[in-house]
T-cell receptor, first 117, second 114 residues
Framework: GAVVSQHPSRVICKSGTSVKIECRSL??????MFWYRQFPKQSLMLMAT?????????EQGVEKDKFLINHASLTLSTLTVTSAHPEDSSFYIC?????????????FGSGTRLTVV | AQSVTQPDIHITVSEGASLELRCNYS??????LFWYVQSPGQGLQLLLK??????LVQGIKGFEAEFKRSQSSFNLRKPSVHWSDAAEYFC????????????FGQGTELSVKP
């Protein structure tokens, strides 16, 4: 249970175009979704947190206007990279918290490899 | 500030040998700690987590980790490594509850020699 489906798995786009990445919670309602970015051979860095029905919260240094996040429903959160440039090329992963008894954890999407050419 | 340090960027072990991956954390309160594994180009799979209670935590695939508050460590161990264990391993700490996301260490790449 608690699966997050992320699409696309890979995308190549031209510099200056926009790309949308979707994350869907398949068997649970995700009121919160985290978006991480991972550069090659590096760790995952939290970019932003989206909450259903409200504005996303961005980490320091992340451009809100470049990385548009929408969380319009309890099962879908999207990240749009606007006016993409080669330096935006990265691996983007979404994640949602899941709750069980008195503990919690996180489930992750399979990631999206974005290449901007 | 909260942080996670994985001192070893790359480790190579022989198949069948034991493994220990180090993780140190900096966190003001009782930490919630996680170990994840990532295969190339893939998402993250949870190996185990520590919330409270027994400081020795058992996970999937034969992994275990021990929480040592006095050393601020949460090292991952496996008694006998398999070739399929070759991957990237990340230690992470919950940054302030389930609605705040995770802080990850830099990762340790594990290579397994035949």
């Amino acid at each position: 249970g608690a699966v997050v489906s992320q699409h696309p798995s890979r995308v190549i786009c031209k510099s200056g175009t926009s790309v949308k990445i979707e994350c869907r919670s398949l068997d649970f309602q995700a009121t919160t979704m985290f978006w991480y970015r991972q550069f090659p051979k590096q760790s995952l860095m939290l970019m932003a947190t989206s909450n259903e029905g409200s504005k996303a919260t961005y980490e320091q240094g992340v451009e809100k206007d470049k990385f548009l996040i929408n969380h319009a429903s309890l099962t879908l959160s999207t990240l749009t990279v606007t006016s993409a440039h080669p330096e935006d090329s990265s691996f983007y992963i979404c994640s949602a918290p899941v709750f069980a008894r008195r503990a919690y954890g996180y489930t992750f999407g399979s990631g999206t490899r974005l290449t901007v050419v | 500030a909260q942080s996670v340090t994985q001192p070893d960027i790359h480790i190579t072990v022989s198949e069948g040998a034991s493994l220990e991956l180090r993780c140190n954390y900096s966190y003001g309160a009782t930490p919630y700690l996680f170990w994840y594994v990532q295969s190339p180009g893939q998402g993250l799979q949870l190996l185990l987590k520590y919330f409270s209670g027994d400081t020795l935590v058992q996970g999937i695939k034969g992994f275990e980790a021990e929480f040592k508050r006095s050393q601020s460590s949460f090292n991952l161990r496996k008694p006998s490594v398999h070739w399929s264990d070759a991957a990237e391993y990340f230690c992470a700490v919950a940054s302030g509850g389930p609605l705040r996301g995770l802080i990850f260490g830099q990762g340790t790449e594990l290579s397994v020699k035949p």
